[in-house]
């Protein structure tokens, strides 16, 4: 497989884990060597050899004798190059393609990131934006992004709530995960976007959201106390009634799940008791919950409600709960 059909592949969100490992390697190395001072010619000479190293050694593949070899150690700016040549060339004509292959990029020049643990966060933006953090979330600003003439930030992983200030010549806009984006003028709204729920989940508490899919297009304009739901197996974005200060009442201690399904409850219980369910599939995956506890409420209380819901007992056991 040669750098235009890998690349094609990763642009597309088709490409396998060890491929995928392959490109993300590769853009930390770009990354890395991006202050060196590249001799272009020596770089476009060697591009294709550098490209046969990093497949080397990521699929473990024999290496082939070449005269090249000494230059490999410019492999990162190597492949800088190679990704120039690549952008260049009509295999990423379409529209949806030149957007995802934008933010590939862009997520090489990171310029500041946030990261939570085990404790919540406040940050405020140089627009007077301010950002709540739940746990285990990660929030990025990219290089050139976030500045006098635009506001784009991205939520990799997790979830906050968004008070954005406004101003009406430049939208702010939240990059998240499989191509979706929401963007507002002036309002506060909450993104809860953590992968292993499968599902992103953008809910409005003041002013009006646009959430979009750039993927298939698929957009959906929020009032407060509508939601969007989005189904990253389906690719699926739908609208929805919920109340905007309750997806947000994270931020006070109070958690509330509607319509929860049992991997959002065990997320919960791991977020704020270090707890595990040992065998959710006890628990059919048809059964939704609409309870809330706040934090300082005790766990078998907590469990005690949701044996209840579930209709079967339980018993904790090393962290973990299990069902029986």
């Known amino acids: 497989m040669n750098l235009k059909e890998l690349f094609s592949l990763y642009a597309a969100g088709k490409s396998s884990k060890k491929e995928k490992r392959i490109i993300d390697t590769w853009f930390s190395e770009v990354e890395r060597v991006s202050e060196r001072k590249p001799d272009f010619n020596k770089m476009h000479n060697a591009k294709e050899e550098a490209w046969e190293e990093l497949l080397n050694k990521q699929l473990n593949r024999p290496r082939k004798h070449t005269k090249y070899r000494s230059i490999i150690i410019y492999g990162g700016m190597a492949a800088a190059i190679a990704l120039l040549i690549t952008l260049s ?182 977020q704020y008791y270090n707890v595990d369910i040992a065998n959710p599939e006890k628990v059919s995956s048809r059964a939704i919950v609409h309870f809330s506890f706040t934090t300082d409420m005790p766990l078998k209380d907590v469990l005690r409600v949701l044996a209840d819901i579930y209709q079967t007992e339980y018993k904790i056991k090393d962290n973990k709960i299990i069902f029986i």
């Open 89 to 270: 060339l009509p295999i990423l004509k379409n529209d949806l393609t030149n957007t995802t292959t934008t933010d590939l990029v862009a997520q090489s020049e990171i310029s500041q990131q946030f990261i939570t643990d085990k404790k919540m966060k406040r940050i405020t933006l140089t627009d007077g934006s301010v950002v709540h953090m739940n746990m285990s979330t990660s929030l990025s600003l990219h290089k050139g992004k976030f500045n006098a003439h635009t506001r784009e930030i991205w939520l990799d992983e997790g979830e906050a709530f968004f008070e954005v200030t406004k101003d009406p010549s430049r939208p702010f806009i939240v990059h998240t995960a499989d191509g979706l984006s929401t963007q507002v003028l002036g309002t506060s709204f909450n993104i809860r976007a953590y992968r292993e729920l499968g599902e992103q989940v953008v809910s409005v508490k003041t002013g009006r959201v646009q959430v979009s899919n750039e993927e298939n297009g698929m957009k959906v304009l929020l009032d407060p106390d509508n939601n969007a739901l989005f189904d990253s197996a389906k690719g699926t974005l739908t609208a929805g009634v919920s109340s905007g200060a309750d997806a947000a009442d994270w931020r006070n201690g109070r958690i509330v799940l509607s319509n929860a399904q049992i991997s959002e409850v065990a997320l919960r219980l791991k």
